[in-house]
Antibody, heavy 119, light 111 residues
């Protein structure tokens, strides 16, 4: 079955760190740009970061310098290292696959993992 | 504040048509034919229903259609059904500096 499964969410104090993982099955991540998208409680979707197959990485302005995306093609997975977390980072974090074609759209999403930043 | 502007809510009776607008700029919606739309039911992951402005993935009912004029994209749901009640988000490529941006979302209510 083609799917993405996130893990690593949880409760963390402000200023803390957390590492999210997304394991793919049914396809190889090496052939796709892979993204993280988050959704704060009751709010809309918010793009976070992308790991491009060429090795390039991009971040939204709100997380640049604090979050790091990485991929492990051997493990068919990718990750989001989140440092310096603030309450504004509280959200469900989804990993998403970008369709392997010119353009930008997310054709496969994980179920999401909840990150709660609170003291 | 989202970079792409959507109405917060739209509603319609079963069988009617509703259209959701998504307004951006020449740096995103107006500059690329890479607009996609996502449907999200409560406590579920988003699901792609339109990509490349007008393309519908296999398995998505043909009552969903997309279009674009200038810097405004639109999603039309024709023949509204109860299961279409959900939140809908537009998304556009916005160049390598911003990369991508979502609209704020529109709640569709079936009366």
């Amino acid at each position: 079955e083609v799917q993405l499964v996130e893990s690593g969410g949880g409760l963390v104090q402000p200023g803390g760190s957390l590492r999210l993982s997304c394991v793919a099955s049914g396809f190889t991540v090496s052939g796709h740009d892979m993204h993280w998208v988050r959704q704060a409680p009751g709010k809309g979707l918010d793009w976070v970061s992308v790991s491009i197959t060429t090795g390039e990485r991009y971040y939204s302005g709100s997380v640049k310098g604090r979050f790091t995306i990485s991929r492990d093609n051997a493990e068919n997975s990718f990750h989001l290292q989140m440092n310096g977390l603030g309450v504004e980072d509280t959200a469900v974090y989804y990993c998403a696959r970008e369709r392997a074609a010119p353009g930008l759209d997310f054709d496969l999403w994980g179920q999401g993992t909840l990150v709660t930043v609170s003291s | 504040q989202s970079a792409l502007t959507q109405p917060r809510s739209v509603s319609g009776s079963p069988g009617q048509s509703v259209t959701i607008s998504c307004t951006g700029t020449s740096s995103d919606v107006g500059g690329y034919n890479y607009v996609s739309w996502y449907q999200q039911h409560p406590d579920k992951a988003p699901k792609r229903i339109i990509y490349d402005v007008t393309q519908r993935p296999s398995g998505v009912p043909d009552r969903f259609s997309g279009s674009k004029s200038g810097s405004t994209a639109s999603l039309t749901i024709s023949g509204l059904q109860a299961e279409d009640e959900a939140d809908y988000y537009c998304c556009s490529f916005a160049g390598k500096s911003t990369f991508t941006t979502f609209g704020g979302g529109t709640k569709v209510t079936v009366l």
